[in-house]
């Protein structure tokens, strides 16, 4: 079993940055590739960033590549995701997940949710 607990989330204004934390607990945190979703509201769940194990290989989602960053700290159980250059439409609430496959960019790959963050972009 594995415990996702996001922060980081909060009110920011279009252009500004926030970085989001995911805290996990449980079995070994190097043993899952990790990911971030976001859903906003009355919108489907969709796939914003992923990252493998060992943290070589990173997949973005189009609409944040080149703006967002995911990283990980296997020595702190902790993965990141640095988000720059906010806008409206990234308003959301954000979800860690983890899985066993190489990288996560689907939630049918997903075997462990946290229960998200709210991040709201003004205009």
């Known amino acids: 079993q594995v415990q996702l607990v996001e922060s980081g989330g909060g009110l920011v204004q279009a252009g500004d940055s926030l970085r989001l934390s995911c805290a996990a607990s449980?079995?070994?945190?190097?043993?899952?590739?990790m990911a971030w979703f976001r859903q906003a509201p009355g919108k489907e769940r969709e796939f914003v960033a992923t990252?493998?194990?060992?943290?070589?290989?990173?997949v973005y989602a189009d609409s944040v590549k080149g703006r967002f960053t995911i990283s990980r700290d296997n020595a702190k159980n902790t993965v990141y995701l640095q988000m720059n250059s906010l806008k409206p439409e990234d308003t959301a609430v954000y979800f860690c997940?983890?899985?066993?496959?190489?990288?996560?960019?689907?939630?049918?790959?997903?075997?462990?949710w946290g229960r998200g963050t709210l991040v709201t972009v003004s205009s």
């Open positions: 990252i493998s194990r060992s943290g070589n290989t990173t």
């Open positions: 997940a983890a899985g066993r496959t190489f990288t996560i960019t689907w939630y049918a790959n997903v075997e462990y």
């Open positions: 449980g079995r070994a945190f190097s043993s899952y590739a």
